[in-house]
């Protein structure tokens, strides 16, 4: 039988064997499950934002575009714009400051209508003195002219005398011999007269010149000098303008289309200013050099309607069709159509990718009625918008992206 003190003590010892978890270990364990959390949470929902900047996707580009009631009749389409035939960069004759501007950026002017008038204080006074010497020229010539008048009666006096024997020849020479030296003297004043006279008319024609003037009927399209600037003959042009009933769209045509087109073959110009608006216009000349870079030819095509609110260096779209536009027709408006592969479904709306600044951003949209392998575009990005073609359904709003061939 055992020692009952001995069973109490026994149960009294600290087993060795197994040590008992510490405090600090759980600490570890719960420090390390939490950082695994937030590692998965992390690769789910920051990783691929993380990869979209990093690594930019490839896309394919495409665009909102405007069709024209008349898109079945059109040949070739092509883009140009729209440049004055007649424009002249008015400049200077000569140096000289500018002292007044007569015109401003917009205005209508016809041929000799004054631009701007330089310095002319200086030239002015050149004149006059001019002129003075001219006077002083004529009043010699009339000196001269008397001279010899007296000299010429001194002379008839002699000849009579000596005809009558009464004196001799010798006193009748030496008034001839004066008389030939006054007429060459009267001689000389004239020709200083006529030098001084072209003195004049050369300064004078000099200070026309610092009266600058258009030489064409046009508006100016440039913003003209500023009063006190300085110009020069081979300096900037004083005022720029541009004769706008001369306006024609020059367009590239590629070469491989260029057979389906011919002097006066009928277009439609729509300009990227006035996307509902719609021109009629016709071919009217062709380029004699084709751009072998390019592989195009320049096409100048002409306006057959109004030119309102048509301005140079406007982007135009020209459509060549295989036959007019009606008149009545123009009324009908253009729509605005989106590529059908564009299109995609996302939380139960209609949307787009819209590429801005290299990045996505989705933007829903309303469609409308089928056109050609688009939809109309009744609410949406605005024409000539870049957008994603045939989206692939890992793109994310926000993600960075690279146009493909870029």
């Keep these: 039988m055992a020692d009952p003190l001995s069973s109490d003590l026994a149960s009294l010892r600290i087993d060795r064997g197994t040590p008992a978890p510490t405090r600090w270990a759980s600490r570890l364990l719960a420090v390390f499950l939490g950082t695994g ?20 996707q490839e896309v394919q580009i495409t665009e909102v575009s405007m069709v024209s009631p008349v898109q079945a009749t059109v040949t070739v389409t092509s883009t140009g714009y729209v440049v004055p035939q007649v424009i002249s960069k008015v400049g200077a004759k000569i140096s000289g400051r500018v002292s007044k501007v007569f015109v401003k950026e917009g205005d209508s002017v016809k041929a000799g209508s004054v631009i701007a008038q330089l310095d002319d204080a200086d030239q002015r006074s050149a004149i006059a003195a001019a002129v003075s010497r001219v006077a002083v020229s004529h009043a010699h010539v009339q000196a001269a002219r008397a001279n010899l008048a007296d000299m010429e009666q001194q002379s008839r006096r002699e000849e009579a005398l000596v005809k009558s024997g009464a004196a001799g020849r010798a006193t009748l020479e030496d008034l001839q011999a004066k008389q030939a030296s006054l007429l060459e003297q009267v001689k000389a004043s004239e020709s200083e007269a006529t030098a001084a006279q072209s003195d004049v008319d050369s300064l004078r024609t000099n200070l026309l010149d610092r009266t600058i003037v258009s030489p064409i009927d046009g508006t100016v399209v440039s913003k003209p000098v500023e009063v006190g600037e300085m110009v020069l003959p081979a300096g900037n042009p004083v005022a720029e303008i541009a004769d706008f009933k001369t306006l024609l769209v020059e367009t590239d045509v590629p070469e491989g289309r260029l057979h389906l087109l011919k002097k006066g073959s009928p277009a439609e110009i729509v300009l990227d200013a006035y996307p509902e608006r719609r021109y009629r216009g016709e071919a009217t000349e062709f380029g004699q050099r084709v751009n072998r870079s390019k592989a195009t030819l320049v096409v100048k095509v002409r306006f057959t309607d109004s030119l309102d609110d048509v301005l140079p260096d406007m982007a135009a779209r020209v459509s060549f ?73 890992e793109l994310a709003d926000g993600q960075s992206i690279k146009e493909k061939g870029t």
């Design 37 to 56: 959390t937030v590692a998965a949470v992390g690769y789910v929902g920051v990783l691929p934002r993380v990869k979209g900047e990093l690594f930019q």
């Design 321 to 393: 069709l295989t036959q007019p536009i009606a008149k009545e027709s123009l009324a009908e408006k253009p729509k605005r159509v989106v590529p059908a592969n564009a299109v995609f479904d996302r939380e139960g709306a209609k949307n787009v990718f819209v590429i801005a600044d290299g990045k996505l951003r989705l933007q829903r949209v309303t469609l409308g009625a089928p056109v050609g392998s688009g939809f109309e575009l009744i609410d949406g990005p605005p024409t000539g918008t870049k957008i994603v073609s045939s989206p692939r359904a």
